[in-house]
């Protein structure tokens, strides 16, 4: 199948090809001088249809793909210049010509140009018309930036431009569920999008823009059509499907309202097909635009989380999901200078999950497997308000309030066979396990500019967080020998109880003097405070129903920790050529003090950190970044707590109170072009860190049952990385992409009294291509393999896919996608094979705001899929059961 798609793209790509002729030449003003980013446009003058179009490169030249015998306008614009248009009569030779553009042009002319244009570039923005890339079956934003040229959407949301990721997603300059990209990539209607700007070297702060390295930032906005501007708009969807009876649904509403003043969304969806909008994965990473204000000051001290592993479902890797999902997103001028914004999200879901897994003890070989069915109740709950005053272009004042509240329950049925020795043994374990914990995050900014050469910001976040996980383990066989423990119950009912709060505070204050136009000192003090309590309790319930506490201090943590990070920072930057240069030092003062067992221990030392941004612009659009920092690493209290801790019902964890901090230094660069002459999207990046000092892991096995403590150690991690993609459209209907990344870590711990070093090193590479016609179908093709190899194992995964999507009858909308699954690790012992076969047709009469659908998800009704992963003492290999065939008929009606 992979052949005779990859001949069918070679057979239209050269068709195509065969049936253009090319008007190229320059660009220049009347000295002479080439125009780079120059619009050029080709308009068809029979069919009024723009047949093709280019941007110049560096020494002003383009190149346009014409029909043979035809005339056509050419529409020539360049800011600063008088447009120009010319008329040409293709025959069926090349044509060349040099284009003189005069000085001054007419703004109103080259706006009405640049808006036909299928992508322009003004400044750091880069504007793609949405409509030059439609072809009929779009139905949300993901299915329009897929076909833009240089941006990628992954398959949970995230949105990336020139390697880098999205962090903002905007519609009409208004916040759109800040902090995540994934709601609006899966909801925004694509009939309301006129353009989609992507705004490099983002900066929320004005006034901050020019003294800052915001190259890594990114932001998108959604323009809307004017039609949907001061309306209602959206869509409403329902729908039934069957598997074996028709028992399926899916309920889907969707409304927006888009005003200058004000902004309301709302979007909800209850289905049992399996569609996620929030998966508990993409809840625990939703930042809610909060951004780390301490990436400067060379510290990292970062809260754990105390969860106890409940499975963070992605996409579908589930035997039965229903979901109930509800979100509002609003944004209000509440005068000219005041805006205030926010979003309330609630999910509510019920899973069933199946998994079959192999784990295997590096050091011994011995191997635990297990066939695992568990129900899972996840309710989750984000809301956030944002204030932001600006009286005047001098001042700004930020307020931001992110709370997240969960409701998590698990329980689970494990059948486990424990092969040790070549002996094998079999037991049935069930686990029940609870959370509910709470954050809430707070920022307060305020940011002023004196003059020209003096701004001042000062930026606080406090963090609250309770954590309140229990755990409970019964098991056939006595797991662990703890002191005051029954043994010889008919079974093994252990129990565990934590309690654990943090309260963080951030807080820095800068100052930026303007030395030259191109040049500025940045002063920083600032101060990281955290003050924790971590308590927990194991006990045993006997077979009679009482419950043995066990009382002995190995079992209990009663433990306070205070960590306290004082640091002067200087950074000067400056710009030189094309050259800008950040270098930068901190001071810092560190006290630590951990209160547990009735006695208290305190570290306290200075450390002087630096760090090094240096970018070279090579030309507008391309550039090489290095960045180097050198940092020091802190552990939270959950490291510290000396009292055992359940991390399951095979592993046991004890801390350590003199745990002191690791040291890393971290070297990066990364190498970017693209070129709008042929829209070639280069990107390399490369990493190297090396952890010294490190606090490892010291790792007893009894059979498969481990037991871990932390310590100092004088070993060292390392982890190289580097990723690379190359992209390019070509002969304005095509599009072609090439990645590659690669990893490699190195590890050092002691396991059963001997140092180990083991070593992961994943590799991914993917080629895929693709057309974008308005009246032919569509075709996507594409290769993935991953291989993953663990300190002698190599576990890999091949993935041929396809897309096709075809536009017909000016009704009917046809979507199939095809993948197809190889894995296999390198003995062969393990392998297996699945695909995965999706349709869709779509009938919607031209004016219509009612549109059919049919949709059958899971077509080969695949039963299963396989993951693996490494955790530096054992690899495991897993597969997990999928949701079978669904078919459903829904109805849409469009607002």
Known sequence: MKKLLFIAFLFICSFSYSQSIKLEGVVTDTKATSLEMANVMAVNNDTKAMDSYAITNDKGKFVLNLKPNAAYSIKISYLGMQNKEIEIITSNENITKTIV????????????????????????????????????????????????????????????VEGKKVTKLMIDGKDFFDGDTKLGVKNIPADAIDKVQVLRNYSEIGALKGVENNQDNLAMNIKLKSGKKNFWFGDVTAGIGAYNEWDRYIVNPKLFYYSPNYSVNFITNFNNIGELPLTAQDYFKFTGGFRSMMRKGGSNFNVSSND??????????????????????????VTKAWTLSGFAILSSSDTELETKSQSTILDSGNQQKSDENSRQNNNLGLFKLS??????????????????????????SLQRESIINNNSTTETII?????????????????????????????????????????????????????????????????QNRFVKTNKLDAKLDYYYMVTPKSNINVTLGNTNSYQNFNSHIFQMLDNGVANNLTDSQNNNQVTYDFNDVFLGLHYK??????????GVSLHYYDMNNGQLGTGFTQSFYRVLPDVFALYQIKKAESLTYNFSLSNDFTDINRLAEGFVLSSFNSLFRGNRELENATSQVHSLRYFKYNMFNFENIFANASYSRKVDAVKSRANFVGINQSTSPFNSNLADETLSGAGSYGRSFLKNYKASANVSLNWSKFNNIQNNLQATTESYTQSYTVKASTNYKNMPNLEVGYNLVANKYSGST????????????????SFSFVTEYEFYHYYNKSRTVENEYDFLTASLIYQKKGSKWEYKVAATNILNTQTLNDDNFSQF????SQYSVQPRYVVFSLRYNL
């Open 308 to 333: 106890l592993g409940i499975s963070l479902l992605r996409n579908n890797r589930a035997k039965e999901i229903e979901t109930q999902f509800g979100a509002g997103n609003f944004s209000y001028n």
């Open 874 to 877: 054992s690899t495991r290999t």
């Open 431 to 495: 686990t029940d396990k609870n959370q509910d914990p709470t954050s809430v995050n707070q920022n307060l900014s305020l940011y002023y500019t004196k003059n020209d050469k003096n701004i001042f910001a000062f930026e606080m976040q406090h963090l609250y967080q309770d954590e309140n996980p229990f755990y409970n383990a019964n098991l056939q066989t006595q797991p662990f020998n703890l002191s005051g423990y029954v043994s010889g119950q008919n079974r093994n009912d252990l129990n």
């Open 795 to 810: 576990f890999i995964t091949e993935k041929p896919f396809a897309k096709l999507d075809y536009y017909f009858l000016k």
């Open 101 to 160: 553009l005069q000085e001054g042009g007419i703004e109103l002319n080259g706006v009405e140009i640049i808006r036909e244009m299928p992508v322009s570039i003004k400044g750091d923005t880069i504007v793609y018309n949405a409509d030059s890339f439609k072809s009929g079956t779009e139905r949300k934003l993901e299915d329009i930036l897929k076909k833009l040229p240089g941006v990628e959407v992954n398959a949970d949301g995230e949105v990336e």
């Open 387 to 412: 204030s932001s005053f600006k009286p005047n272009k001098k001042l700004q004042f930020d307020y931001d309030v992110l709370a997240k509240l969960t409701k998590q329950s698990e329980i689970s």
């Open 574 to 583: 400056m710009l030189l050529g094309k050259l800008t240069f950040t270098p």
